[in-house]
Every structure is written in C-alpha cells, then in structure tokens.
C-alpha cells in the first residue's frame, strides 16, 4: 500500500528534449510540489515506481510575465526534480502512474 502523500509531492513528468537527452543517463525529471524536499522526493519516487533513487536535483524555475491578447499574465513558479537512478533501474514516463 503506497502512502497517499507520495501523490501530492509528484505532480507530473517533465517531458522536454533536455530531459528526454538526460534519460541516457539513467535520469527522470518529475514536475514536483514546491515544498517537497529532496528526502520526500527520494522517498516516493521510490514507492510508487518501486525503483532504487540514488540522487536527487531541485531547481526553480521562476514564473515568466506573458501576453495574451494584450493582457498581462504570469506564470507560476515550477520546481523540478532531477531523479538519478540506479543501474538497471528504469521508469517509463510515457506509461503514467
């Protein structure tokens, strides 16, 4: 039984060209809560996909000031996670949870 918690600390894969290039080397980047830790991270990467983390990156990425139709917009603040996997270990984040 997986803990519910681990479901709000990841809110989704980040699935760009730089993470797809980091897949190579064993790594995944989530979209994560941005009060996770890097401990809480680990801990439900590790549950919920039953596979054995060992490191974990956080970076922000501060929101931009866009335009839409003339009006002003900000986009909110992401944190992003960069999972290091151990060898022999994979995720598949085509698939989902």
Known sequence: MTDLRHYDVIVSPAITEK???????????????KKATKPEIKAAIEALFSVKVTAVNTLVRKGKVKRFRGTVGRQSDVKKAVVTLADGHSIDVATGL
């Open 19 to 33: 993470s797809t290039m980091a897949s190579e080397q064993n790594q995944v980047v989530f979209n994560v809560a």
